[in-house]
Protein backbone atom coordinates (compact mmCIF):
# COMPACT_ATOMS: atom_id res chain seq x y z
CA UNK A 1 0.00 0.00 0.00
CA UNK A 2 2.68 2.19 1.18
CA UNK A 3 4.94 1.40 -1.83
CA UNK A 4 2.12 2.20 -4.36
CA UNK A 5 1.28 5.46 -3.00
CA UNK A 6 4.78 6.69 -2.92
CA UNK A 7 4.70 5.21 -6.93
CA UNK A 8 2.00 7.36 -7.59
CA UNK A 9 3.12 10.52 -5.48
CA UNK A 10 6.89 10.95 -6.77
CA UNK A 11 5.76 11.37 -9.89
CA UNK A 12 3.81 14.23 -9.54
CA UNK A 13 6.49 16.10 -7.68
CA UNK A 14 8.57 15.65 -10.65
CA UNK A 15 9.45 19.42 -12.11
CA UNK A 16 9.46 17.33 -15.68
CA UNK A 17 5.91 15.76 -15.06
CA UNK A 18 4.66 18.63 -13.56
CA UNK A 19 5.76 21.65 -16.15
CA UNK A 20 4.76 19.45 -19.57
CA UNK A 21 1.40 21.58 -20.79
CA UNK A 22 1.75 24.86 -18.41
CA UNK A 23 2.35 28.02 -19.32
CA UNK A 24 4.06 30.74 -16.71
CA UNK A 25 2.59 33.24 -15.47
CA UNK A 26 2.81 35.74 -12.67
CA UNK A 27 2.01 36.05 -9.32
CA UNK A 28 -2.33 36.08 -9.26
CA UNK A 29 -3.99 38.39 -6.75
CA UNK A 30 -7.68 38.94 -6.83
CA UNK A 31 -8.88 41.44 -4.40
CA UNK A 32 -12.91 41.06 -4.97
CA UNK A 33 -15.39 39.72 -7.71
CA UNK A 34 -14.65 42.21 -10.17
CA UNK A 35 -10.55 40.87 -9.85
CA UNK A 36 -11.91 37.84 -11.98
CA UNK A 37 -11.36 39.31 -15.74
CA UNK A 38 -10.72 37.22 -18.65
CA UNK A 39 -8.58 35.95 -20.58
CA UNK A 40 -6.03 36.55 -17.70
CA UNK A 41 -5.83 35.41 -14.68
CA UNK A 42 -9.17 33.44 -15.85
CA UNK A 43 -8.34 31.63 -18.57
CA UNK A 44 -11.47 29.09 -18.82
CA UNK A 45 -14.77 29.07 -17.38
CA UNK A 46 -18.04 31.08 -17.14
CA UNK A 47 -19.54 34.07 -15.32
CA UNK A 48 -19.05 32.95 -11.55
CA UNK A 49 -21.99 30.79 -10.71
CA UNK A 50 -22.33 27.52 -9.30
CA UNK A 51 -23.40 26.13 -12.54
CA UNK A 52 -20.91 28.28 -14.52
CA UNK A 53 -18.12 28.91 -12.48
CA UNK A 54 -14.79 30.83 -13.20
CA UNK A 55 -11.26 28.77 -14.10
CA UNK A 56 -8.12 29.45 -13.62
CA UNK A 57 -5.75 26.71 -14.69
CA UNK A 58 -3.08 25.04 -16.36
CA UNK A 59 -0.40 27.96 -15.11
CA UNK A 60 3.06 27.55 -13.65
CA UNK A 61 3.80 30.16 -11.38
CA UNK A 62 6.90 30.72 -9.10
CA UNK A 63 5.86 32.20 -5.94
CA UNK A 64 9.17 34.05 -5.91
CA UNK A 65 8.70 34.37 -1.71
CA UNK A 66 5.18 35.40 -1.72
CA UNK A 67 1.59 33.93 -2.67
CA UNK A 68 1.32 32.44 -5.85
CA UNK A 69 -2.72 32.88 -6.27
CA UNK A 70 -3.91 35.67 -3.41
CA UNK A 71 -7.81 35.78 -3.30
CA UNK A 72 -9.42 37.76 -0.95
CA UNK A 73 -12.87 39.61 -0.52
CA UNK A 74 -14.90 36.79 -2.96
CA UNK A 75 -18.23 35.27 -2.94
CA UNK A 76 -18.21 34.16 -6.59
CA UNK A 77 -17.34 30.38 -7.80
CA UNK A 78 -14.38 29.63 -9.36
CA UNK A 79 -11.95 26.66 -9.66
CA UNK A 80 -8.46 26.53 -9.40
CA UNK A 81 -6.71 23.47 -10.93
CA UNK A 82 -4.06 21.87 -12.71
CA UNK A 83 -1.86 24.61 -11.42
CA UNK A 84 1.77 24.48 -10.25
CA UNK A 85 3.10 27.15 -7.87
CA UNK A 86 6.11 27.08 -6.18
CA UNK A 87 8.92 28.58 -3.94
CA UNK A 88 6.77 30.65 -1.76
CA UNK A 89 9.09 31.23 0.94
CA UNK A 90 10.13 30.45 4.70
CA UNK A 91 9.40 33.04 6.85
CA UNK A 92 5.39 34.33 6.63
CA UNK A 93 2.53 31.89 6.89
CA UNK A 94 0.51 33.74 4.27
CA UNK A 95 3.13 32.74 1.76
CA UNK A 96 0.84 29.86 0.39
CA UNK A 97 0.83 28.51 -2.67
CA UNK A 98 -2.38 29.05 -3.20
CA UNK A 99 -4.05 31.53 -0.53
CA UNK A 100 -7.95 32.23 0.37
CA UNK A 101 -8.75 34.88 2.84
CA UNK A 102 -12.55 35.90 3.19
CA UNK A 103 -13.78 33.68 0.63
CA UNK A 104 -16.77 31.50 -0.12
CA UNK A 105 -17.59 29.47 -2.88
CA UNK A 106 -14.30 28.11 -4.23
CA UNK A 107 -12.53 25.09 -5.66
CA UNK A 108 -9.25 23.67 -5.71
CA UNK A 109 -8.55 20.54 -7.22
CA UNK A 110 -5.95 18.79 -8.64
CA UNK A 111 -2.82 21.40 -7.85
CA UNK A 112 0.38 21.02 -7.27
CA UNK A 113 2.23 23.40 -4.30
CA UNK A 114 5.53 22.78 -3.25
CA UNK A 115 8.22 24.51 -1.59
CA UNK A 116 5.71 27.09 -0.08
CA UNK A 117 5.75 28.07 3.44
CA UNK A 118 2.12 26.50 2.95
CA UNK A 119 1.12 24.82 0.01
CA UNK A 120 -2.75 25.63 0.50
CA UNK A 121 -3.88 28.04 3.17
CA UNK A 122 -8.09 29.20 3.68
CA UNK A 123 -8.43 32.09 6.27
CA UNK A 124 -11.70 33.00 6.65
CA UNK A 125 -13.41 30.92 4.58
CA UNK A 126 -16.18 29.02 3.88
CA UNK A 127 -18.23 26.24 1.67
CA UNK A 128 -14.82 25.74 -0.37
CA UNK A 129 -13.56 22.67 -1.40
CA UNK A 130 -9.78 21.28 -1.74
CA UNK A 131 -9.59 18.09 -3.55
CA UNK A 132 -7.15 15.87 -5.40
CA UNK A 133 -4.47 18.05 -4.68
CA UNK A 134 -0.40 17.34 -3.39
CA UNK A 135 1.08 20.04 -1.23
CA UNK A 136 5.07 18.67 -0.29
CA UNK A 137 8.03 19.35 -0.07
CA UNK A 138 7.19 22.55 2.22
CA UNK A 139 10.78 22.17 4.28
CA UNK A 140 10.64 25.35 6.95
CA UNK A 141 10.15 25.54 10.25
CA UNK A 142 6.44 25.20 10.86
CA UNK A 143 5.59 24.80 7.14
CA UNK A 144 2.51 22.81 6.58
CA UNK A 145 0.99 21.21 3.18
CA UNK A 146 -2.94 22.71 3.94
CA UNK A 147 -3.81 24.96 6.13
CA UNK A 148 -7.26 26.53 7.56
CA UNK A 149 -7.41 29.21 9.79
CA UNK A 150 -10.79 30.58 11.40
CA UNK A 151 -12.52 28.74 7.70
CA UNK A 152 -15.39 26.69 8.40
CA UNK A 153 -18.04 24.01 6.42
CA UNK A 154 -14.86 23.37 4.10
CA UNK A 155 -14.18 19.90 2.44
CA UNK A 156 -11.04 18.51 1.96
CA UNK A 157 -10.74 15.15 0.07
CA UNK A 158 -8.23 13.21 -1.35
CA UNK A 159 -5.38 15.38 -0.98
CA UNK A 160 -1.86 14.01 -0.90
CA UNK A 161 0.48 16.35 1.87
CA UNK A 162 3.99 14.53 2.51
CA UNK A 163 7.66 15.84 2.75
CA UNK A 164 6.58 18.92 5.06
CA UNK A 165 8.74 20.42 7.66
CA UNK A 166 12.70 20.29 7.57
CA UNK A 167 14.06 17.00 7.15
CA UNK A 168 15.35 14.53 8.50
CA UNK A 169 12.30 14.51 10.78
CA UNK A 170 12.42 15.46 14.00
CA UNK A 171 9.04 16.16 15.95
CA UNK A 172 10.67 19.68 17.55
CA UNK A 173 10.22 20.80 14.06
CA UNK A 174 6.36 21.11 13.78
CA UNK A 175 6.09 20.36 10.22
CA UNK A 176 2.53 19.60 9.64
CA UNK A 177 0.43 17.36 6.83
CA UNK A 178 -2.87 19.21 7.19
CA UNK A 179 -3.60 21.51 9.55
CA UNK A 180 -7.11 23.02 11.38
CA UNK A 181 -7.12 25.82 13.58
CA UNK A 182 -8.52 28.78 15.14
CA UNK A 183 -11.96 27.27 15.53
CA UNK A 184 -12.31 25.87 12.27
CA UNK A 185 -14.91 24.12 12.64
CA UNK A 186 -17.81 21.43 10.48
CA UNK A 187 -15.29 20.61 8.04
CA UNK A 188 -14.81 16.98 6.37
CA UNK A 189 -11.07 15.78 5.74
CA UNK A 190 -11.62 12.24 4.20
CA UNK A 191 -9.27 10.53 1.97
CA UNK A 192 -6.15 12.26 2.51
CA UNK A 193 -2.86 10.78 2.24
CA UNK A 194 -0.13 12.23 4.77
CA UNK A 195 3.17 10.91 5.29
CA UNK A 196 6.48 11.95 6.09
CA UNK A 197 5.86 15.38 7.52
CA UNK A 198 8.61 16.39 10.24
CA UNK A 199 6.06 16.87 13.06
CA UNK A 200 2.01 15.58 12.84
CA UNK A 201 0.07 14.00 9.95
CA UNK A 202 -3.12 16.00 10.38
CA UNK A 203 -4.48 18.49 13.67
CA UNK A 204 -7.13 19.72 15.00
CA UNK A 205 -6.40 22.81 17.36
CA UNK A 206 -9.01 24.46 18.89
CA UNK A 207 -11.26 23.17 16.48
CA UNK A 208 -14.59 21.31 16.47
CA UNK A 209 -17.28 19.45 14.83
CA UNK A 210 -14.59 18.33 12.11
CA UNK A 211 -14.81 14.76 10.66
CA UNK A 212 -11.73 13.33 9.88
CA UNK A 213 -11.72 9.95 7.21
CA UNK A 214 -10.50 7.38 5.49
CA UNK A 215 -7.08 9.14 5.70
CA UNK A 216 -3.85 7.47 5.05
CA UNK A 217 -1.28 8.70 7.87
CA UNK A 218 2.37 6.95 8.44
CA UNK A 219 5.49 8.18 8.95
CA UNK A 220 5.32 11.56 10.50
CA UNK A 221 7.58 12.68 13.67
CA UNK A 222 5.59 13.20 16.38
CA UNK A 223 1.48 12.09 15.25
CA UNK A 224 -0.53 10.54 13.36
CA UNK A 225 -3.63 12.96 13.86
CA UNK A 226 -3.65 15.65 16.72
CA UNK A 227 -6.36 16.83 18.69
CA UNK A 228 -5.28 19.76 20.63
CA UNK A 229 -6.48 22.30 23.60
CA UNK A 230 -10.19 22.42 23.26
CA UNK A 231 -10.69 20.21 20.16
CA UNK A 232 -14.42 18.96 21.03
CA UNK A 233 -16.89 16.82 19.10
CA UNK A 234 -15.09 15.62 16.38
CA UNK A 235 -15.91 12.08 14.21
CA UNK A 236 -12.58 10.34 13.56
CA UNK A 237 -12.97 7.11 11.60
CA UNK A 238 -12.00 4.43 9.12
CA UNK A 239 -8.09 6.09 9.13
CA UNK A 240 -4.65 4.26 9.34
CA UNK A 241 -2.41 5.85 11.53
CA UNK A 242 0.99 3.81 11.22
CA UNK A 243 5.04 3.47 12.11
CA UNK A 244 4.66 7.36 14.04
CA UNK A 245 5.08 8.40 18.27
CA UNK A 246 1.80 8.36 19.14
CA UNK A 247 -1.48 7.14 16.40
CA UNK A 248 -3.88 9.85 17.53
CA UNK A 249 -3.11 11.49 20.29
CA UNK A 250 -5.82 14.16 22.44
CA UNK A 251 -4.00 16.53 24.41
CA UNK A 252 -5.20 19.23 26.64
CA UNK A 253 -9.23 19.07 27.32
CA UNK A 254 -10.53 17.83 23.85
CA UNK A 255 -13.83 16.36 25.04
CA UNK A 256 -17.18 14.83 23.55
CA UNK A 257 -15.22 13.04 20.84
CA UNK A 258 -15.91 9.65 18.54
CA UNK A 259 -13.19 7.92 17.40
CA UNK A 260 -14.03 4.74 15.47
CA UNK A 261 -12.68 1.36 13.37
CA UNK A 262 -9.52 3.09 12.58
CA UNK A 263 -6.48 0.91 12.68
CA UNK A 264 -3.18 2.05 14.42
CA UNK A 265 0.14 0.05 14.32
CA UNK A 266 3.90 0.58 14.97
CA UNK A 267 3.75 3.29 17.06
CA UNK A 268 6.64 3.71 19.30
CA UNK A 269 8.58 6.17 21.48
CA UNK A 270 11.39 7.48 19.99
CA UNK A 271 13.36 8.05 23.64
CA UNK A 272 12.79 11.57 23.93
CA UNK A 273 8.73 11.14 24.26
CA UNK A 274 6.79 9.28 26.61
CA UNK A 275 4.06 8.27 23.65
CA UNK A 276 4.31 5.02 22.10
CA UNK A 277 0.10 4.43 22.02
CA UNK A 278 -1.94 3.92 19.17
CA UNK A 279 -5.05 5.60 20.76
CA UNK A 280 -3.79 8.15 23.28
CA UNK A 281 -6.20 10.95 25.87
CA UNK A 282 -3.66 13.01 27.46
CA UNK A 283 -4.29 15.93 30.04
CA UNK A 284 -7.78 16.05 31.50
CA UNK A 285 -10.01 14.76 28.09
CA UNK A 286 -13.20 13.60 29.02
CA UNK A 287 -16.51 12.20 27.68
CA UNK A 288 -14.48 10.79 24.78
CA UNK A 289 -16.01 7.11 22.82
CA UNK A 290 -13.52 5.16 21.86
CA UNK A 291 -14.65 1.62 19.98
CA UNK A 292 -14.21 -0.73 17.24
CA UNK A 293 -10.70 0.47 16.78
CA UNK A 294 -7.67 -2.09 15.85
CA UNK A 295 -4.53 -1.06 17.80
CA UNK A 296 -1.96 -3.38 17.53
CA UNK A 297 2.16 -3.93 17.94
CA UNK A 298 2.49 -0.43 19.54
CA UNK A 299 4.07 0.61 22.83
CA UNK A 300 0.52 0.84 24.15
CA UNK A 301 -2.40 -0.15 22.32
CA UNK A 302 -4.88 2.36 23.91
CA UNK A 303 -3.57 4.82 27.06
CA UNK A 304 -5.83 7.39 29.32
CA UNK A 305 -3.67 9.83 31.28
CA UNK A 306 -3.12 12.73 33.18
CA UNK A 307 -6.91 13.10 34.49
CA UNK A 308 -8.44 11.24 31.27
CA UNK A 309 -12.01 10.95 32.54
CA UNK A 310 -15.29 9.62 31.81
CA UNK A 311 -14.09 8.00 28.51
CA UNK A 312 -15.55 4.84 26.82
CA UNK A 313 -13.14 2.56 25.25
CA UNK A 314 -15.69 -0.15 23.62
CA UNK A 315 -15.00 -3.37 21.36
CA UNK A 316 -11.26 -2.04 20.66
CA UNK A 317 -8.99 -4.71 19.53
CA UNK A 318 -5.21 -4.27 21.54
CA UNK A 319 -2.83 -6.78 20.64
CA UNK A 320 0.65 -7.73 20.30
CA UNK A 321 1.53 -4.24 22.10
CA UNK A 322 5.01 -4.70 23.34
CA UNK A 323 3.98 -2.91 27.08
CA UNK A 324 0.61 -2.51 27.74
CA UNK A 325 -2.74 -3.41 25.57
CA UNK A 326 -4.82 -0.40 27.30
CA UNK A 327 -2.80 1.62 30.26
CA UNK A 328 -4.52 4.10 32.45
CA UNK A 329 -2.60 6.40 34.72
CA UNK A 330 -4.07 8.92 37.02
CA UNK A 331 -7.50 8.93 34.93
CA UNK A 332 -11.27 7.56 36.78
CA UNK A 333 -14.51 6.73 36.04
CA UNK A 334 -13.19 5.11 32.30
CA UNK A 335 -15.87 2.29 31.19
CA UNK A 336 -13.95 -0.13 29.51
CA UNK A 337 -15.96 -2.82 27.91
CA UNK A 338 -15.81 -5.86 25.39
CA UNK A 339 -12.31 -5.41 24.46
CA UNK A 340 -9.90 -7.75 23.01
CA UNK A 341 -6.55 -8.11 24.73
CA UNK A 342 -4.33 -10.51 23.38
CA UNK A 343 -0.53 -11.29 23.68
CA UNK A 344 0.63 -7.50 24.83
CA UNK A 345 3.09 -7.70 27.43
CA UNK A 346 0.93 -6.89 29.50
CA UNK A 347 -2.72 -6.82 28.29
CA UNK A 348 -3.82 -3.85 31.15
CA UNK A 349 -2.44 -1.41 34.06
CA UNK A 350 -4.89 0.46 35.61
CA UNK A 351 -3.67 2.58 38.59
CA UNK A 352 -7.15 4.55 38.88
CA UNK A 353 -10.55 3.71 39.90
CA UNK A 354 -12.51 2.76 36.83
CA UNK A 355 -15.26 0.23 35.26
CA UNK A 356 -13.60 -2.90 33.57
CA UNK A 357 -17.18 -4.37 33.11
CA UNK A 358 -21.07 -3.51 32.73
CA UNK A 359 -22.42 -5.56 35.35
CA UNK A 360 -22.64 -8.29 33.25
CA UNK A 361 -19.71 -8.76 30.65
CA UNK A 362 -16.57 -7.22 30.67
CA UNK A 363 -12.99 -7.93 28.26
CA UNK A 364 -11.23 -11.15 26.53
CA UNK A 365 -8.03 -11.54 28.34
CA UNK A 366 -5.85 -14.00 26.74
CA UNK A 367 -3.85 -14.63 29.86
CA UNK A 368 -7.03 -15.24 32.04
CA UNK A 369 -6.78 -18.91 33.63
CA UNK A 370 -10.58 -19.15 35.09
CA UNK A 371 -13.00 -21.49 34.48
CA UNK A 372 -16.39 -21.49 33.18
CA UNK A 373 -18.79 -23.58 35.35
CA UNK A 374 -21.11 -21.30 36.54
CA UNK A 375 -23.73 -18.11 35.79
CA UNK A 376 -25.62 -15.13 37.45
CA UNK A 377 -24.43 -11.52 38.77
CA UNK A 378 -22.68 -13.71 41.18
CA UNK A 379 -21.71 -16.62 38.83
CA UNK A 380 -22.45 -19.02 41.77
CA UNK A 381 -25.52 -20.88 39.66
CA UNK A 382 -24.87 -23.94 38.18
CA UNK A 383 -24.36 -23.83 33.80
CA UNK A 384 -21.79 -21.93 31.95
CA UNK A 385 -22.92 -18.26 30.72
CA UNK A 386 -20.17 -17.48 28.33
CA UNK A 387 -18.44 -15.28 31.52
CA UNK A 388 -15.24 -16.49 33.99
CA UNK A 389 -16.84 -17.59 37.17
CA UNK A 390 -13.79 -15.56 38.95
CA UNK A 391 -12.31 -11.88 38.00
CA UNK A 392 -9.39 -10.73 36.46
CA UNK A 393 -7.10 -8.80 37.91
CA UNK A 394 -6.00 -5.14 36.40
CA UNK A 395 -1.93 -4.60 37.14
CA UNK A 396 -1.71 -1.49 39.29
CA UNK A 397 -4.07 -0.47 41.64
CA UNK A 398 -7.61 -2.54 43.07
CA UNK A 399 -9.36 -2.88 39.76
CA UNK A 400 -10.91 -6.31 38.12
CA UNK A 401 -13.45 -7.21 35.46
CA UNK A 402 -15.57 -9.07 37.79
CA UNK A 403 -16.97 -10.88 34.58
CA UNK A 404 -14.35 -11.71 32.14
CA UNK A 405 -15.24 -13.02 28.64
CA UNK A 406 -14.36 -16.99 27.85
CA UNK A 407 -14.21 -16.48 23.90
CA UNK A 408 -13.10 -13.12 21.64
CA UNK A 409 -16.09 -10.57 20.76
CA UNK A 410 -17.89 -10.21 19.68
CA UNK A 411 -19.40 -13.73 19.94
CA UNK A 412 -17.87 -17.06 20.97
CA UNK A 413 -19.26 -20.47 19.32
CA UNK A 414 -20.22 -21.70 15.84
CA UNK A 415 -22.37 -21.32 12.82
CA UNK A 416 -23.32 -23.68 9.60
CA UNK A 417 -24.63 -22.31 6.62
CA UNK A 418 -26.74 -24.38 5.01
CA UNK A 419 -28.38 -23.90 1.20
CA UNK A 420 -32.02 -24.27 0.47
CA UNK A 421 -31.54 -22.55 -2.80
CA UNK A 422 -29.69 -19.59 -4.55
CA UNK A 423 -32.51 -17.36 -2.23
CA UNK A 424 -33.00 -19.44 0.65
CA UNK A 425 -30.50 -20.41 3.71
CA UNK A 426 -30.47 -21.91 7.22
CA UNK A 427 -27.96 -20.68 9.91
CA UNK A 428 -27.34 -23.79 12.70
CA UNK A 429 -26.48 -20.89 15.46
CA UNK A 430 -25.01 -22.39 18.94
CA UNK A 431 -22.43 -19.02 20.36
CA UNK A 432 -22.49 -16.31 22.79
CA UNK A 433 -22.76 -12.67 22.56
CA UNK A 434 -21.42 -10.62 25.43
CA UNK A 435 -22.73 -6.89 23.93
CA UNK A 436 -25.45 -5.17 21.71
CA UNK A 437 -28.68 -5.63 21.41
CA UNK A 438 -29.86 -6.96 17.64
CA UNK A 439 -28.20 -9.75 15.44
CA UNK A 440 -29.01 -8.84 11.66
CA UNK A 441 -28.69 -10.83 8.53
CA UNK A 442 -27.12 -8.03 6.34
CA UNK A 443 -27.20 -8.57 2.36
CA UNK A 444 -24.83 -7.28 -0.02
CA UNK A 445 -24.01 -7.48 -3.95
CA UNK A 446 -20.90 -9.85 -4.63
CA UNK A 447 -19.39 -6.04 -4.89
CA UNK A 448 -20.03 -5.10 -1.58
CA UNK A 449 -22.96 -2.90 -2.10
CA UNK A 450 -25.45 -3.15 0.54
CA UNK A 451 -28.99 -4.40 -0.07
CA UNK A 452 -31.29 -4.65 3.16
CA UNK A 453 -31.27 -6.69 6.20
CA UNK A 454 -33.38 -8.74 8.28
CA UNK A 455 -33.72 -8.69 11.91
CA UNK A 456 -32.59 -12.06 13.67
CA UNK A 457 -32.97 -11.15 17.08
CA UNK A 458 -33.26 -8.75 19.66
CA UNK A 459 -31.93 -9.61 23.21
CA UNK A 460 -29.92 -8.25 26.07
CA UNK A 461 -26.35 -9.38 26.60
CA UNK A 462 -24.96 -11.83 27.69
CA UNK A 463 -27.39 -14.13 26.11
CA UNK A 464 -26.74 -17.66 24.64
CA UNK A 465 -28.25 -18.05 21.29
CA UNK A 466 -28.96 -22.16 20.01
CA UNK A 467 -31.45 -21.86 17.17
CA UNK A 468 -32.16 -22.41 13.87
CA UNK A 469 -32.78 -19.60 11.19
CA UNK A 470 -33.98 -19.55 8.25
CA UNK A 471 -32.63 -16.55 6.25
CA UNK A 472 -33.95 -15.20 3.39
CA UNK A 473 -33.76 -11.60 1.74
CA UNK A 474 -36.60 -9.06 1.92
CA UNK A 475 -38.56 -9.49 -1.23
CA UNK A 476 -37.04 -12.97 -1.65
CA UNK A 477 -34.28 -11.60 -3.85
CA UNK A 478 -31.05 -13.64 -4.22
CA UNK A 479 -28.58 -14.33 -1.51
CA UNK A 480 -25.45 -13.06 -3.09
CA UNK A 481 -23.25 -12.49 0.57
CA UNK A 482 -24.79 -12.25 3.77
CA UNK A 483 -23.04 -10.96 7.13
CA UNK A 484 -24.32 -12.23 10.38
CA UNK A 485 -24.11 -8.74 12.37
CA UNK A 486 -24.12 -7.59 15.99
CA UNK A 487 -25.46 -3.72 16.45
CA UNK A 488 -25.98 -1.54 18.90
CA UNK A 489 -29.54 0.13 20.45
CA UNK A 490 -28.51 2.87 17.68
CA UNK A 491 -28.09 0.61 15.03
CA UNK A 492 -24.08 0.60 14.88
CA UNK A 493 -22.52 -2.55 13.83
CA UNK A 494 -20.47 -3.70 16.47
CA UNK A 495 -18.56 -6.80 14.84
CA UNK A 496 -19.83 -9.34 12.21
CA UNK A 497 -19.82 -13.09 13.72
CA UNK A 498 -19.81 -14.85 10.20
CA UNK A 499 -20.05 -14.27 6.40
CA UNK A 500 -21.42 -16.28 3.77
CA UNK A 501 -21.48 -16.03 -0.47
CA UNK A 502 -23.23 -18.00 -2.70
CA UNK A 503 -19.94 -18.64 -4.96
CA UNK A 504 -20.08 -20.65 -8.35
CA UNK A 505 -18.90 -24.12 -6.30
CA UNK A 506 -22.34 -23.45 -4.31
CA UNK A 507 -24.17 -22.90 -8.05
CA UNK A 508 -22.76 -25.87 -9.75
CA UNK A 509 -23.81 -28.27 -6.50
CA UNK A 510 -27.20 -26.32 -6.95
CA UNK A 511 -27.65 -27.08 -10.30
CA UNK A 512 -26.95 -30.52 -9.99
CA UNK A 513 -29.77 -31.23 -6.92
CA UNK A 514 -32.18 -29.16 -9.73
CA UNK A 515 -31.02 -31.55 -12.45
CA UNK A 516 -31.90 -34.66 -10.11
CA UNK A 517 -35.49 -33.48 -9.17
CA UNK A 518 -36.91 -32.20 -12.55
CA UNK A 519 -37.94 -35.48 -13.21
CA UNK A 520 -40.46 -36.02 -10.56
CA UNK A 521 -41.26 -32.29 -10.02
CA UNK A 522 -44.69 -31.15 -10.82
CA UNK A 523 -44.90 -27.90 -13.22
CA UNK A 524 -45.47 -25.76 -10.10
CA UNK A 525 -41.94 -26.58 -9.15
CA UNK A 526 -40.43 -26.56 -12.50
CA UNK A 527 -41.21 -22.94 -12.81
CA UNK A 528 -39.67 -22.35 -9.14
CA UNK A 529 -36.58 -24.38 -10.95
CA UNK A 530 -36.54 -22.36 -14.56
CA UNK A 531 -36.62 -18.75 -12.23
CA UNK A 532 -33.71 -20.09 -9.82
CA UNK A 533 -31.71 -21.03 -12.88
CA UNK A 534 -31.96 -17.89 -14.65
CA UNK A 535 -30.90 -16.17 -11.80
CA UNK A 536 -27.94 -18.47 -11.62
CA UNK A 537 -27.20 -17.60 -15.19
CA UNK A 538 -27.53 -13.70 -14.40
CA UNK A 539 -25.28 -13.60 -11.42
CA UNK A 540 -22.58 -16.55 -12.25
CA UNK A 541 -19.95 -13.94 -14.49
CA UNK A 542 -19.81 -12.19 -11.07
CA UNK A 543 -19.80 -15.17 -8.27
CA UNK A 544 -16.61 -15.69 -6.65
CA UNK A 545 -14.99 -19.55 -7.70
CA UNK A 546 -15.19 -20.84 -4.21
Not at 156 to 177: F, K, S, V
Not at 280 to 307: K, R
Request: charged share 10%; net charge negative.
Amino acid sequence: MITSVLVLVIPLLSPGSVHAGLTPHARIYINSNSGFTKPDPVNGGGSGTQNNPYIIENWVIDASSAKGISIQNTTSYFIIRKVLIENGGSDDESYAGIYLDNVINGTIENNTCKNNFRGIKLNSSSYCTISGNTCGNCLAYEAMGISLVSSSYDNLIANTCNYNGPMPITYYQEGRGIQLEASSNYNILDGNICSNNNHNGIVLYTSSNNTVSNSTIYNNGYSGIDLYLGSNSNTIFGNNCDNTIRGINFEDTDNYNIVYNNTCTNNHPDGSDDGGHGIGLWNFCSNNTIFNNTCSGNYYGISLTSASSNNTLDNNNCSNNSDIGIYLSSSSNNTITLNYLLNNNHNAHDDGINYWDNGSAGNYWSDYTGVDNYHGENQNIPGPDGIGDTPYNILGGSNQDRYPLMSTWPAGGTTTWNVVNIFHLTLSENFWIYGGSQLLAKFYTYGGSYQDNTVLKNYAPPVHIVDNENISRPGNGAIQRVELVVVDSGGTALGTIATFETSKTIMVARIGQISAKWPFANDATKTLYVTELGTISALWPFAPTI
